[in-house]
Each structure stands twice: as C-alpha cells, then as structure tokens.
C-alpha cells in the first residue's frame, strides 16, 4: 500500500480515537474530508476538493474489513487479516 494512503486511513481513525468525546460515539466520518495524522498529538482535518480527490484517489486503497487500528508507544499501528482467534476482541 502506497505511503499516502497508509498516512490517509491512519489519520482519519486517529481523527476519531484522538477525541474523547468521538472515541465514545459511533465514528462519523464525513464524505469530502481528510483526516491528517501527522504524528503523536498533531491532526489535521480539512475539506477535499474536486481536484485533489482525484490526486488522492491515485493513492487510496479501500480499508478491509476487521481492519484493526491501535496505538502503542505512541504510534499508530493497523492489523488486519488476523486469526479468527484474534477477531474478538476485548473493549473496554
């Protein structure tokens, strides 16, 4: 997977699990929007274009499902394709 698109589906789930308030709710994630994740405690959201949807299109890959995004010692980690005997997991 291209680096941009990795950087693109990080920053938009850490979009959401970096705020409490969205951390707790259902993730809402906005048609036209980017999400930024640039590292530990800096994010960056803004809107998408018509023209630079296509450049991002170029990079973009579909998240699978069961993707999932965790962090540890401060950075941002994705899993996927996992046993079935990791699927079920354990949310506190």
């Known amino acids: 997977m291209a680096l941009l698109s990795k950087t693109t589906m990080a920053a938009a789930v850490f979009a959401v699990i970096s705020s409490q308030?969205?951390?707790?709710?259902?993730?809402?994630?906005?048609?036209?929007?980017?999400?930024?994740?640039?590292?530990?405690?800096?994010m960056t959201t803004g809107a998408i274009g018509e023209g630079h949807r296509?450049?991002?299109?170029?990079?973009?890959?579909?998240?699978?499902?069961?993707?999932?995004?965790?962090?540890?010692?401060?950075?941002?980690?994705?899993?996927?394709g996992m046993p079935d005997s990791l699927n079920d997991l354990h949310m506190e």
């Open 21 to 42: 308030a969205l951390s707790q709710a259902c993730w809402d994630f906005k048609s036209d929007m980017a999400y930024m994740y640039r590292g530990p405690g800096n």
């Open 54 to 80: 296509s450049a991002f299109m170029k990079y973009a890959a579909k998240v699978p499902k069961n993707t999932v995004f965790f962090m540890k010692d401060g950075e941002l980690y994705t899993a996927s």
